[in-house]
């Protein structure tokens, strides 16, 4: 299908109306899998043309997505990743997660960026960086496409990994997300070390369940509240 190439658009609005010289694109992966970390990758790419190609990872082909990794992990100016673990995901909620691992993130990069463009509808970031969101900014924004593809690639390798140890799970194909496969190992065999234990997943497996994990800290339930974490321009 067609797509509209991502363009600078809004890191160029966003440096006319605040002044901001470095802005990183941030993009998360693994939100919604039963195993493994959720990891997020931001990105600087300046306002230079993007290698042709360049989308939303979702919709670029596996072995094209690899490939395109590889070639954005040089024409970036600087990127950085940064993940939460199972445990972390289990204690404090997939909202504070996701900031956990895009704070790591950003703080990985060689130069603080001044603002931050971050895909989705809820800045789950907050203060003190200055973020605009941007719904389908992963196929939208040069800078957030390039975050999601790295990104991407990163996630799938370490889930990969995995295989050799875990290979009734079939990670390398799924990636930790709920496919026939992984649910029937999950059924016969439990979760592994690498499953999120506080999810609803566990709630259909009976001879399981009283593995299931229940979040308690106040700290975790306000940020789950869903509201938004800081300051959007």
Not at 1 to 8: D, G, I
Not at 78 to 94: C, Q, R
């Amino acid at each position: 299908m067609p797509y509209e190439p991502p363009t600078h658009t809004v890191e160029r609005s966003i440096r006319a109306t605040t002044g901001a010289k470095i802005v990183a694109g941030v993009d998360e992966v693994g939100r919604g899998a039963w195993a493994g970390p959720v990891t997020v990758c931001a990105a600087v790419t300046g306002l230079r043309r993007p290698p042709v190609g360049l989308t939303d990872s979702k919709l670029i082909s596996p072995k094209r997505r690899t490939e395109m990794a590889g070639q954005l992990e040089s024409w970036v100016t600087a990127h950085a990743l940064g993940h939460a673990s199972p445990e972390e995901i289990d204690e404090f909620g997939m909202t504070a997660a996701l900031r956990l691992a895009a704070v790591r993130a950003l703080d990985g990069l060689p130069v603080r960026p001044d603002a931050v463009i971050l895909d989705g509808k809820h800045d789950y970031l907050g203060a003190p960086w200055l973020v605009r969101t941007v719904i389908k900014g992963d196929q939208s924004c040069v800078a957030v496409a390039a975050a999601s593809v790295i990104a991407k690639v990163c996630r799938d390798a370490m889930m990969a990994e995995l295989q050799g140890e875990w290979a009734d799970f079939a990670f390398a194909e799924n990636a930790g997300y709920p496919s026939p496969v992984h649910k029937a190992a999950l059924a016969a065999l439990g979760p592994t070390p690498h499953h999120r234990l506080s999810w609803a997943y566990l709630d259909a497996l009976p001879q399981w369940r009283h593995l299931k994990k229940v979040r308690i800290s106040p700290e975790a339930a306000a940020l789950e509240s869903g509201g938004q974490l800081g300051f959007e321009f």
